[in-house]
């Protein structure tokens, strides 16, 4: 092969391993040598040699959000795969089965460096991931004693009920993420402390509890239209409970946005194709997952403990049609109210004043 290309075999080597480290003329002509020969580098030898398995694991939540993290991990396997990199899915679940599972892999040597989506490092009984010193990193939700990389989701919330306050909403409605999940307790810090700070007495804040899922957000409509006087503004956690909670109450009747407001967070391809458009706040998910990609290689490329970093990453908060100022009642025309027998939703009453 070497000798075809007219090249040392070391050359060969910078050119497939490393490319960057020869000049254009000479990783063309390795290239063409081995296209034109059907060449195979043998890459079982050549991670054994530089000691590493040129694999990463990525371990995701037990369910995983489809339409938000299929960028995510496409930028994470665009990065990684054009490195010489593989990557292996540790799909977490309520068992610890699978947990102790990719603890295991990462002791045994079988990768070089995990990304955790979960927002928790993997653990089995005494044994942390983060013990075998291998590279760690975080994507969208900071795992303890990892890098990470974040984005400024606190503040593009409240850029999102900021919206509803400035078109004139007074009477809002937050449909939240599950109970105990790091992003959900962010966001909703945020909120709360945007309308501590503002101290505006005028505006009412209730809310629910959620599931990231279209479900949740179905059962947060019907929550909605049980109250006897409904928000006029609604600000859900993600996209697909925003979408499941618009498609419910529009199928009652109640109009997006001439009724009620709604706004979503995350920015994914569904909110471009629902009806109407969401108003929503854009994550740069597929940059979230080739950044974390990337301080990865570098990690490995430098081996040895560093201190855990965060690199926080700029959201975009879209306006689209599923925001409008609330509709003023007619002269004589009573609040919205809940259909008789409606159970009572579960909700935690917020009032700021």
């Not at 890459?43 to 990463?56: P, V």
């Not at 529009?250 to 194709?273: H, K, M, N, Y």
């Not at 025309?333 to 009453?349: M, R, Y």
Request: charged fraction near 20%; glycine fraction near 10%.
């Amino acid at each position: 092969m070497a000798r075809e290309a007219g090249v040392s075999t070391a050359t060969v080597s910078r050119a497939l391993a490393a490319p960057a480290s020869v000049s254009e003329e000479l990783r063309r002509r390795v290239l063409e040598t081995v296209e034109r020969l059907g060449y195979t580098p043998n890459a079982a030898a050549r991670n054994l040699r530089g000691g590493r398995s040129q694999m990463i694991l990525v371990v995701v939540p037990r369910r995983a959000n489809p339409p938000f993290f299929a960028e995510v991990l496409r930028g994470i396997d665009t990065v990684l795969s054009a490195a010489g990199y593989s990557v292996i899915m540790g799909n977490l679940d309520q068992e610890g089965a699978k947990e102790r599972h990719v603890v295991e892999m990462m002791a045994a040597g079988h990768i070089d460096g995990a990304i955790i989506l979960s927002g928790k490092v993997p653990v089995s009984g005494e044994r942390s991931m983060l013990d075998t010193g291998l590279p760690m990193v975080s994507i969208c939700a900071a795992a303890e004693g990892t890098h990470a990389i974040l984005t400024d989701e606190g503040e593009t919330i409240v850029e999102a009920a900021r919206h509803l306050v400035g078109l004139g909403h007074r009477d809002l409605f937050y449909v939240a993420g599950p109970d105990g999940n790091a992003n959900e307790r962010i966001r909703w810090a945020a909120l709360q402390q945007l309308f501590a700070e503002l101290a505006l007495g005028d505006v009412r804040v209730r809310r629910t509890e959620g599931n990231f899922q279209f479900s949740g957000g179905v059962t947060a409509a019907e929550a909605f239209l049980a109250l006897a006087e409904r928000p006029t503004g609604v600000v859900c956690c993600n996209d697909e409970m925003a979408i499941g909670f618009m498609k419910t109450v529009q199928a009652a009747g109640v109009r997006v946005p001439a009724d009620v407001s709604v706004v979503g967070f995350d920015g994914i391809e569904f909110a471009d194709f629902c009806e109407p458009t969401l108003t929503t706040v854009c994550q740069p998910r597929y940059e979230l997952g080739a950044t974390g990609a990337r301080l990865m290689l570098d990690l490995i490329k430098k081996p040895g403990p560093s201190a855990p970093t965060t690199t926080l990453l700029a959201n975009e908060f879209k306006v689209r049609d599923s925001t409008a100022p609330p509709r003023q009642p007619r002269p004589g025309e009573a609040p919205a109210k809940a259909a008789p027998g409606d159970a009572k939703p579960a909700l935690v009453p917020l009032t700021i004043s």
